[in-house]
Every structure is written in C-alpha cells, then in structure tokens.
C-alpha cells in the first residue's frame, strides 16, 4: 500500500491510529522500528532541532529538506504539521504541490495566521484566521492534490485561544464543508473536558484529530470511547533526546573522560545498522569491481 493509503486506512480504521512525532532521519526510521503505523511531522520539533523558535523561522524549504530525509528513511507515512501553510491560499497549494512530490502523506494546517506561534505559548493572544479565508485555503490545498488519498487535515485553535464550543464547532463545520479530511481539535487544558464536549455535538461528521500533549493523563481507553480517529504524541522523541544529550555532555564535561558514558549510549555499531550500512556494503560488493 503506498503511503498516501496507509494514512487514510490510518485515519478511517473505525479506532483510534497513534502516530510519533519525528524530526529528521533517524528520529523517522526509529518512530517506524517502535511499530507505529505513522510519524507526525511536528513544527515545534522540526524547529527546535535546527535551534530555531516555532515562529516559522526555518523557512517552508527548509522544512521540506527536513522531511525529505524522513521520508527516505521510513516506509510508513508521514504526517507534515503545515502550520498555518505558510502563508495565503497560493503559498499552501505550492507546498501540496511539493509534499506529493516527496511522498509526504498529508499536511495538517491550523486557522491561525503567518507567522505563527506555538499554541501553548500566550495561546490566549494569538489573533485566529478569517473562516473565510481559512476554508479558500483549504479548498485551494484540496484542488491541488493529484493523489485522491493525500489527507488535509484542518486544525482547529479555538479552544487554544481561549474561544468556546460554539466557535471550535462553527470553524469544523466550515472547515468539512471546504473539503477538509479531518479536523485536528487543539486543547491545552489539562484534562480532556473542551475535547469531550466537542465530540458529543461533533457526532462523527468528520474524523477528529488530537494532540494530548497537556491532558497525557487521560487514559487511552477514553480516546476510544470518544470516537477519536487518530492521536498524535506530538513532541517526545524530541524532549526524550534533549534530556539524554543534557546529561551525556555534562558528564563528559565534568569528567573528561568517556568512561561513565559509554555503557549508557548507543553502539556504533547500532549507529551504522540504523543508517542502513549493511546495505551498502552488499551494494559494493555488487557493483564494485572486485580486486
Ligand atoms: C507540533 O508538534 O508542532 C504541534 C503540536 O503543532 S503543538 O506543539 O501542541 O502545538
Ligand atoms: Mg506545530
């Protein structure tokens, strides 16, 4: 099944699909080696792995080289966090026009404006799209796609922006009727109350999305007796490896030396196996002439 499919059967199973957050190659490969069926390609990760804020500072390009080598190195598919698709209507039919190219699976936008800000950083104060405006964009990204199975996901910040119930399901509805293939329902709250209210008026009219990045202590089990179709753990590929890179810098600093680490690191060994080493030097002794 190509990767476009896997995401839909993903998204359409009639359960919740979990997919990991994934921010360069190798994250990638080890989101697929874990068994999930999915990688979230996260904004805030991809960003701050290249030492950048989450305000679209790394360039839509530079993302695109990002997901690029995540593609390349999985063969499950990948989930683009577009942010708000960079810009207008054209800016984000150009980036599905570039996504398909690469074998990116779909592409999740949310109603907020260029240049964007992380939804849990003064949530409260970011100005949201014109419906409007948002639902052209949609409709654009939508008309653009050549592949029927690539999924545009539309995400919705009202909860984040301190709006109610009727605004978060004002929005999804606009948001269906453009085109979109899911709506994502963002919530920063630390439990699942503003995701639970919209799903009983949501009523399955379109698969829903979540990130239950704040309200983790929400058992699993209430994701699926809600009705939601996939769950994104957003960001912890991300934190697990900011921590390990802490502590394993301090200790060789304070040390000078490696031996307190390297029972505690990944093999070189487990490095090239990850990179696929093996692999090539089959492909040498195929192709290069031998001596
Ligand atoms: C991301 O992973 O970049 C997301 C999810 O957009 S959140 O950080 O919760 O906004
Ligand atoms: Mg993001």
Redesign the pocket.
């Known amino acids: 099944m190509n990767k476009t499919k896997q995401l839909r059967s993903l998204i359409d199973s009639g359960k919740p699909g979990f997919i990991m ?1 994934a921010h360069n190659g190798l994250s990638a490969k080890i989101v697929e080696e874990a068994g999930f069926k999915g990688i ?1 390609a ?4 991809i960003s701050a792995a290249l030492g950048v804020r ?1 305000n679209n500072e790394a360039s839509w390009t530079q993302v695109l080289e990002v997901l690029e080598f995540m593609s390349d190195a999985t063969s499950i598919p990948i989930l683009l ?1 577009g942010d708000t698709g960079y810009g207008n209507f054209n800016n984000a039919r150009r980036l599905v026009k570039k996504l398909e190219q690469r074998g990116i699976a779909g592409v999740c936008i ?1 109603d907020k404006q260029f240049p964007k800000m ?3 950083i003064n949530g409260q104060l970011q100005p949201l799209a014109d419906i409007e405006e948002f639902c052209g964009k949609i409709k654009a990204m939508k008309d653009t796609q050549t592949d029927d199975d690539f999924v545009v996901v539309a995400r919705v910040e009202a909860f984040i922006t301190g709006r109610g119930l009727d605004e978060a399901l004002r929005r999804a509805e606009a948001y269906r009727k453009a085109g979109a293939d899911a709506v994502l329902i ?1 919530s920063k709250r630390p439990d699942i109350m503003e995701i639970e209210a919209f799903m009983k008026e949501w009523a399955g009219r379109l698969p829903v999305v979540i ?1 239950p ?1 704040k309200y983790y202590l929400t058992p699993t089990a209430k994701f699926r007796d809600l009705g939601i179709s996939l769950v ?1 753990w ?2 912890h590929n991300l934190r697990s490896s900011i921590e390990a890179m802490k502590q394993v810098s301090r200790t060789i600093y304070r040390a000078e030396s490696l031996v307190q680490v390297e029972g505690e690191v990944a093999t070189l060994e487990e490095v090239f196996r990850l990179q696929g080493a093996e692999e090539l030097e089959a492909a040498e002794r195929q192709y290069l002439p031998s001596s």
């Open positions: 957050e979230w996260s904004g805030l990760s989450d966090d949310e992380n939804s849990f963002h990130v990045t994104i957003a960001n």
